[in-house]
């Protein structure tokens, strides 16, 4: 089955600089690449997505890259906020049996330093 | 607008007495749905995944099970909580057809002392 591997588990970065989260996933056929945001006790919230036929998709001061090729794929946050501390969640999913069969990667604890 | 609700918010109960957790969604029709746990400071597990009423696929096996009486209803149970049940539920949605993004509802803090 699917493995994807999350780097780093946590994250200190001071308020203003970037934040780069990294993932590599092991299904070729995985084709969709969604990226969850979870503050302290509240659930999991996309942010980002991106599909196997783009290789960047930037939202303001988020960004996501995807290598096919290596089968990894980046999440990037510029200009950081204290707001943006909180656990980050990469996912690798594929359509199988009819229902979209997501796997999650193992999360990244970002703190933003003030 | 889609709308996911889960109840209750928080619930303790015994080792060994029952359970029922609640999800509903508003505002699709057919939707896939989905129950994942989350144990403190770790990752989403998949428990279960439903495509149609009465469909249910178990991704573990565990003294957990899964129904959908209705389309837009998903409930979980368990006859006897184990300690090892403790954790965050999360239900999640998607489009049913061609649907790739999964979304959560607020999620069940169970805590089995």
């Known amino acids: 089955g699917e493995n994807v591997e999350q780097h780093p588990s946590t994250l200190s970065v001071q308020e203003g600089d970037s934040a780069v989260i990294k993932c590599t996933y092991s299904?070729?056929?995985?084709?969709?690449f969604p990226w969850y945001k979870q503050e302290l006790g509240k659930r999991p919230q996309l942010i980002i997505d991106?599909?196997?036929?783009?290789g960047e998709k930037k939202d303001q001061r988020i960004a996501v890259t995807l290598n096919k090729t290596a089968k990894h794929f980046s999440l990037h946050i510029t200009e950081t906020q204290p707001e943006d501390s909180a656990v980050y969640f990469c996912?690798?999913?594929?359509?199988?049996?009819?229902?979209?069969?997501?796997?999650f990667g193992t999360g990244t604890k970002l703190q933003v330093i003030p | 607008s889609q709308t996911i609700h889960q109840w209750p918010a928080t619930l303790v109960q015994p080792v060994g007495s029952p359970l029922s957790l609640e999800c509903t969604v508003e505002g699709t029709s057919n939707p896939n749905l989905y129950w994942y746990r989350q144990a403190a400071g770790r990752g989403l597990q998949l428990l279960f995944y439903s495509v149609g009423i009465g469909q249910i696929s178990s991704e573990v096996p565990q003294n957990l099970s899964a129904s959908r009486p209705q389309d837009r209803q998903f409930i979980l149970s368990s006859k006897k909580l184990l300690l090892s049940d403790s954790g965050f539920y999360l239900c999640?949605?998607?489009?049913?057809?061609?649907?790739?993004?999964?979304?959560f509802g607020p999620g069940t803090r169970l805590t089995v002392l």
């Open positions: 991106i599909r196997s036929n783009v």
């Open positions: 996912a690798a999913s594929k359509r199988s049996g009819g229902y979209q069969k997501v796997t």
């Open positions: 999640a949605w998607s489009e049913g057809a061609l649907g790739d993004t999964q979304y």
């Open positions: 299904d070729s056929a995985s084709n969709y």
